[in-house]
Each structure stands twice: as C-alpha cells, then as structure tokens.
T-cell receptor
Framework: KQEVTQIPAALSVPEGENLVLNCSFTDSAIYNLQWFRQDPGKGLTSLLLIQSSQREQTSGRLNASLDKSSGRSTLYIAASQPGDSATYLCAVRKSGGSNYKLTFGKGTLLTVNP | NAGVTQTPKFRILKIGQSMTLQCTQDMNHNYMYWYRQDPGMGLKLIYYSVGAGITDKGEVPNGYNVSRSTTEDFPLRLELAAPSQTSVYFC?????????????FGSGTRLTVV
C-alpha cells in the first residue's frame, strides 16, 4: 500500500528565505507526482506535475524534483513571500494496474512572516 | 473557463438526512473523482468515473453513491447522513486516467452532520 509522508508538518520562515518542503513515498512504482497548494477553506491548486521519467519541473519561483528510486520529492520555493503561506500537498499516482487514485500526503503548513 | 464547479460550498445536515453534492466540469475531461478530506489527514478517494455511465468505488465508498449520466456532471449522493461523514468534499477531473496533464480540483463542499 502506497504511503506518502510530508516533512515538516508545519514550517514558519521569515519573508525572503529560500525553503524546501519534503515528500516521501513508500512505493517507487509511480506514474507521476503532483504538488498542490491549498489555501484555508479553499480547494487545491495544482502547482507542478512531474512524470516518472522526469527529474524536475520549474514554475517561476517553484522547483520540484523527483528521485523515484529513493521515493523522494522536494519542492523548493525561492525568495518566499507572505502570499506563499498555505498548505502544500504532494500526491502520487501509482503506475500500472487499475489503481486510478492519487495518494496524498497530509501536507506541510507553510507560514511566511513579513 | 470555469474548470470544476462544486455546489453547495457549505451545508449542515441532520443525522439521517440525505443530500446530493453537485460537481460539473467544462473541460471535456472523461475522468472524474470524489475525494474527502478530514482534518489533518490526506485526501481519500470515495468514487471515480472513467466516462459517462461508468463509475467505480474508491477507498471509502460506504454511505455514498454516484452517477455519471453526462461527461460534465458527477454528483455525489449521501444517504442517511452520519456524523462520520462530516468532512470537506472535493471533486476533481483529469484528461486521462493517468493524469498525464494533471488533475483539476473544485473548491470543495464543507459538510457538517449534526
């Protein structure tokens, strides 16, 4: 059974700091991994999607890496801003078979202080 | 482009009542999903659909039913609501079952059963 763990559960940083959020998964047979952002009381916004054949994806100040063999992904946020404050979720989709669901981690609550 | 639209945004039900959570997408995605998110937990798949007329159970289907009469709509029905169904419900869709182009989520329905 796939399990996804996100560390840390919460992170508080001053504005301008570069930071890394971690995601690990127990089954390396994944099809892709997706990072989402969730604002309080809101839905999920997709940030980055990494296919299993890719090593990283970048969007603006965000960079996500994937090491499938070790079951790890990181989300790097450069020059953090108060507007980055949110919960960040990673989710993996297992490859093969009829397993169509995403397995989510519990998220990292990020607070960027002005 | 509205994406995935969920209604209502909030609802309070009494134990034993029934209701339908609505979900509509305008991206012509064949694949649609219902997830629930409990506090401090990752999202769990309730039901999914691979196309009009085809649905299947996810991880936590008990107490719920779905239908998919059109590509656009994927309503979730709660029969005999119980306090354990208090949660935030998210509808999602994807272009492919593998989510090659990622998943799009609605903004959620916050349900409280009292």
């Amino acid at each position: 059974k796939q399990e996804v763990t996100q560390i840390p559960a919460a992170l508080s940083v001053p504005e301008g700091e570069n930071l890394v959020l971690n995601c690990s998964f127990t089954d390396s047979a994944i099809y892709n991994l997706q990072w989402f952002r969730q604002d309080p009381g809101k839905g999920l916004t997709s940030l980055l999607l990494i296919q299993s054949s890719q090593r990283e994806q970048t969007s603006g100040r965000l960079n996500a890496s994937l090491d499938k063999s070790s079951g790890r992904s990181t989300l790097y946020i450069a020059a953090s801003q108060p507007g980055d404050s949110a919960t960040y979720l990673c989710a993996v989709r297992k490859s093969g078979g009829s397993n169509y669901k995403l397995t989510f981690g519990k998220g990292t609550l990020l607070t960027v202080n002005p | 482009n509205a994406g995935v639209t969920q209604t209502p945004k909030f609802r309070i039900l009494k134990i034993g009542q029934s209701m339908t959570l609505q979900c509509t997408q305008d991206m012509n995605h064949n694949y649609m999903y219902w997830y629930r998110q409990d506090p401090g937990m990752g999202l769990k798949l309730i039901y999914y659909s691979v196309g009009a007329g085809i649905t299947d159970k996810g991880e936590v289907p008990n107490g719920y039913n779905v239908s998919r009469s059109t590509t656009e709509d994927f309503p979730l029905r709660l029969e005999l609501a119980a306090p354990s169904q208090t949660s935030v419900y998210f509808c999602a869709s994807s272009y492919s079952l593998a989510g090659v182009l990622g998943y799009t989520f609605g903004s959620g329905t916050r349900l409280t059963v009292v």
